[in-house]
């Protein structure tokens, strides 16, 4: 398999040097000044054409700066176990027992930890579970106006 990327500009980010040696082509991005945005057209044996944007790791990336560059891994590590952990809370209907409910937090954190590797690929997990949270929020939001109403009604 043949990886070609559409580049202006490529650096060695530290914090993906432990992923350079299973992922087959460099991190590279193509920065566009007008709108500060990141974006990378890769192509996959000269056939499929993909554009990868992630707003999250553009944002830390612009915002945070050098920091950001070095850091990028535990930052979205962080913002996918906030976002994740939302999720669960949201989702789960059932309350656990205390020592369940630290099993699940630990699991759900060597989850996010394979879900920030693919938010370093550029692939917009962190915007995903943004979205699954916000969702389950708007739904429970409505779901305890309509049992408030359903109360008061009787």
Known sequence: MRIETNKATCKYIPSLAIFQKFVRHKFCWQHETNFSMINEEVSIDG?????????????????????????MFWLLYI?????????????????????????????????MFIITIFSIMRL????????ISAVLAIYRYRLHNQRKSKQYGQ
């Open 79 to 111: 913002a996918n176990f906030i976002f994740g952990a939302i999720a669960y809370k949201l989702g789960f209907a059932r309350k656990l027992p205390l020592l369940k409910n630290i099993v699940v937090y630990i699991l759900l954190a060597v989850g």
């Open 124 to 131: 917009p997990m962190t915007e995903s579970l943004i979205i």
């Open 47 to 71: 056939g499929i054409v993909m554009y990868i944007y992630s707003a999250i790791y553009d944002l830390f990336l612009n915002h945070f700066g050098d920091f950001g560059e070095k850091h």
